[in-house]
């Protein structure tokens, strides 16, 4: 029986603890009002727009969005769309072009104050001449070893104003630069698993939930949290996987799918689903895995005949679980149970289940974000083959299926095209020095810190020596730097080596706070745009009309980068002598051309632009790694030998301590549960995303942290024994610290955590006291406290969530959250301006 839609958000309201938001809005109700709107039909025009958390309707009057409302086709709008009004109207819009007093009247010689938000106000020709005038100089007095022009991230959504495109395509025409490989959100996952399953499977299409209702019998959840994540999309959420979780609780309910959660928390997606938890010692998942698989092996559980025709390198693994490799331990339950906490019977138990029972294992992005976070990954994907049920319908690995409603079946559909980021044919860049001097022109996205304060230090990095380039000068558009990376203050030890930072952004974020040259760019709802409609699912087109006009004195990434080419003259290239309309229709009638050929008939644009949006048929089910288990041949893996790589012998070949020819169990350089430096700091600090907002956007809206936020601040998660043991009470303030920083948080206490784990979700604004290394932070941004450190020598990537912090009650008088609002403006004698 398929539950309504009633029962489920009432199941999630009541299921979700701490982890409560207001329930998910019904469709066609209201999501916002604006002051002065009636919140029903009235004067005004309605237009249509799309965000990373859902479609919507504007309504329009005099100039000014009023009220929104879910686009009816999404049948569980999130909360977060409450906040999109404020995204408009925030008091941290960043209005017009500023420069840092400081490196105004110093240039590069300022970079010890960068962070003291003293802004004053320049027209947009002197500051984008500014910006000109530093790429030539960095270009002339260095090379292109000293520009760093960075963004990965998420961006708003729109594929004609890709603000990433839009820089890249502008930055490519004038020079080469120092760029970033990988990305914070899965830097460790898509660097292993292509030498285990053949590709960075992060980011792949998983078996369709319909198959998976229909044939799994065991579904594990390993640090995955879909309840929670599947809020937003990397483009306009469709939230349509929500429909298969109503099917998924009824299962539960009626004992036909055995579902697990094995994280240290109870989570959102367990607590709706009501299912079990399998609870585990964080950062000790590899040794949980470990004991499974000693199970497995030790009493024939495990698939010799699928081993054999589509794996390589289990006898070198094995000797490692028997303990005939160097350290001569076996990996037993009982080996394993002192290190995860998991009774040894237990782990024995799991491992039978698994074997008897069709079973799909699902694993979420946190776990790899960790020191040595490559090794579960790689580990997961070995109890898969052992279990012999990759490419079986509802068995297998999947690591995706908390991402972009992963797992709703492919329309089969092509999306538009978006703006070009590469230079036209045959053109080169108006300076062609490619000379790097010797350092790479390419850096691990999270080592660029490590760039400025270890310059022409080499590493290793999947195979490969990097020598890291000590750019001078940054350049950031749509990219939330101060949000991502982790160590606030060693950050800020870094950028005092820096000469000019510029940031391009419609929000005041610390990125732009420290940075010397900020550009405002409109929002996603202050120009013409088009976007995907699914990520995955490919269920149609939208357009992103413009609801208002740019605020203040606002541009489009289209414009700010035309102007800043006209600079070399190169603006007609950079547009294709085409305006902003003509490259969205261009773009839609590519797409439609494309898909008339596969037989997807689409309107004319006019008529699609009048609509606002073209829907797409469902797609058919969809087995992973199907093919592969079909014919290992033909469909071989993208691994070395086109099989799973149990054990990998290029891996091996590298040599790397941290990262051996097979998963093994390594000790953290910090681990709560008796761990190392548990004694001084014994709280492990969870940095998860949020189910507030979508990374740090939105964070802004005051309407969505009326929602969440204790006494003004991000709230940190604990334990009621955590908290009694240290006199903290629910809404209490809490300096939250270790040694690499501090912060304020307000108390919120939850029998989800166990002892010994809190959380602050990721994306929280960062607000110091001060410039200062070591400043309060007054918000509650956990990467103040987070550790900074590669995952291994072969992915280099973030281990934000290996981390250790000590609670105390915060004593004396609070200072003010510093993390909202504009800068300083002053003048150029430094006196601030009336109003500041």
């Given at each position: 029986m398929k539950i309504s839609r009633r029962r489920f958000m009432g199941g999630i309201a009541a299921s979700l603890g701490s982890f409560a938001i207001p329930p998910l809005l019904r469709n066609g109700n209201v999501v916002r009002a604006a002051q002065g709107g009636s919140g029903d039909a009235g004067p005004g025009r309605w237009r249509f727009s799309g965000a990373h958390w859902g479609a919507f309707r504007a309504r329009v009057v005099a100039g000014r969005v009023v009220e929104i409302k879910p686009f009816e086709f999404d049948k569980h709008p999130t909360p977060i769309l409450d906040g999109t009004l404020d995204v408009l109207y925030s008091a941290s819009r960043v209005r017009y072009p500023m420069v840092r007093l400081d490196w105004y009247r110093k240039r590069g010689q300022s970079g010890g104050l960068r962070g003291d938000n003293r802004f004053i106000r320049v027209g947009w020709d002197e500051a984008l001449d500014l910006v000109y005038s530093e790429v030539e100089r960095v270009q002339k007095d260095y090379g292109p070893w000293a520009l760093h022009v960075g963004n990965v991230g998420w961006r708003s959504v729109g594929l004609m104003h890709s603000c990433g495109n839009h820089m890249l395509r502008a930055m490519g025409m004038h020079s080469y630069s120092v760029g970033t490989a990988g990305d914070y959100s899965t830097g460790a996952g898509q660097t292993i698993l292509p030498y285990v399953l053949g590709s960075t499977e992060v980011y792949s299409q998983g078996t369709s939930w319909d198959i998976i209702l229909k044939e799994t019998q065991v579904l594990v959840f390993w640090a995955s949290d879909p309840i929670k994540n599947l809020q937003v999309g990397w483009n306009t959420e469709t939230h349509e996987a929500y429909a298969y979780f109503e099917q998924l609780k009824q299962k539960v309910a009626n004992n036909e799918i055995q579902v697990i959660c094995v994280d240290p928390v109870k989570s959102k997606t367990r607590n709706y689903l009501e299912c079990e938890q399998q609870y585990v010692n964080p950062l000790t998942d590899v040794a949980f895995m470990l004991g499974i698989a000693h199970t497995l092996w030790k009493e024939g559980l495990h698939d010799k005949k699928f081993l054999e025709t589509y794996a390589v390198g289990f006898d070198e693994f094995t000797a490692y679980l028997d303990g005939k490799t160097e350290d001569k331990i076996e990996r037993t339950p009982e080996w394993a149970e002192s290190i995860c906490g998991v009774p040894a019977a237990r782990i024995r138990e799991l491992a039978r289940l698994m074997a008897a029972h069709r079973t799909q294992l699902m694993f979420g992005w946190a776990i790899q974000r960790q020191q040595h976070g490559e090794q579960p990954y790689w580990m997961g994907a070995i109890l898969a083959a052992m279990l012999g049920q990759i490419g079986l319908p509802g068995g297998g690995i999947s690591f995706s299926h908390h991402y972009s409603s992963v797992g709703v079946s492919s329309s089969g559909a092509s999306m538009p095209g978006a703006f070009p980021l590469n230079l036209d044919t045959g053109r080169t860049p108006r300076h062609e020095n490619s000379d790097y001097q010797g350092y790479s022109a390419v850096v691990p996205v999270s080592r660029v810190i490590d760039a400025l304060l270890e310059p022409g230090k080499e590493i290793n990095f999947n195979g490969h020596k990097v020598k890291l380039p000590p750019y001078k000068v940054a350049l950031f558009s749509g990219c939330n730097q101060w949000h991502r990376q982790q160590d606030r203050n060693r950050m800020k030890a870094a950028y005092q080596k820096l000469e000019t930072v510029v940031a391009i952004d419609y929000n005041w974020t610390a990125t732009c706070r420290f940075a010397d040259i900020v550009l405002p760019a409109c929002t996603p709802y202050e120009r013409n745009d088009i976007d995907a409609y699914g990520s995955y699912s490919n269920r149609g087109v939208i357009a992103m009309h413009k609801l208002v006009d740019p605020l203040y004195h606002s541009r489009s990434d289209f414009d700010i980068w035309t102007d800043f080419c006209k600079r070399m003259q190169r603006n007609v290239e950079y547009t294709r002598n085409m305006s902003e309309m003509q490259w969205v229709e261009s773009l839609y009638e590519d797409c439609r051309k494309e898909n008339a050929g596969k037989g997807y008939a689409m309107p004319p644009f006019a008529e699609f632009w009048e609509t606002g949006y073209v829907l797409f048929p469902e797609g058919q089910p969809w087995v992973r790694h199907a093919d592969f288990r079909e014919d290992p041949e033909v469909n071989a893996l993208g691994t070395p030998s086109g099989f799973i790589e149990i054990y990998s012998r290029k891996i091996a070949g590298f040599g790397y301590r941290d990262c051996k020819g097979h998963p093994v169990w390594m000790e953290k350089a910090e681990r709560s549960h008796n761990g190392p430096h548990s004694d001084k700091y014994p709280l492990w600090l969870q940095s998860a995303h949020p189910d507030t907002r979508l990374h740090s956007q939105t964070c802004e809206s005051p309407t969505r942290r009326a929602t969440y936020t204790i006494q003004g601040r991000e709230p940190v998660y604990l334990s009621p024994e955590d908290a009694k043991r240290r006199g903290i009470r629910h809404g209490d303030l809490v300096r939250?610290?270790?040694?690499?920083?501090?912060?304020?948080?307000?108390?919120?206490?939850?029998?989800?955590?166990?002892?010994?784990?809190?959380?602050?979700?990721?994306?929280?604004?960062?607000?110091?006291?001060?410039?200062?290394?070591?400043?309060?932070?007054?918000?509650?941004?956990?990467?103040?406290?987070?550790?900074?450190?590669?995952?291994?020598?072969?992915?280099?990537?973030?281990?934000?969530?290996?981390?250790?912090?000590?609670?105390?009650?915060?004593?004396?008088?609070?200072?003010?959250?510093?993390?909202?609002?504009?800068?300083?403006?002053?003048?150029?004698?430094?006196?601030?301006?009336?109003?500041?």
């Open positions: 939250v610290f270790n040694g690499r920083g501090q912060l304020l948080a307000g108390a919120s206490i939850s029998a989800n955590f166990p002892p010994g784990v809190v959380r602050i979700q990721e994306g929280a604004w960062y607000g110091p006291t001060g410039p200062e290394i070591g400043a309060l932070d007054t918000y509650g941004d956990p990467n103040t406290l987070t550790l900074d450190i590669g995952t291994s020598e072969l992915a280099q990537a973030p281990s934000a969530n290996t981390c250790l912090v000590e609670i105390e009650l915060f004593q004396g008088a609070a200072p003010a959250v510093t993390a909202f609002g504009g800068p300083i403006e002053v003048d150029i004698g430094g006196k601030v301006l009336a109003g500041h």
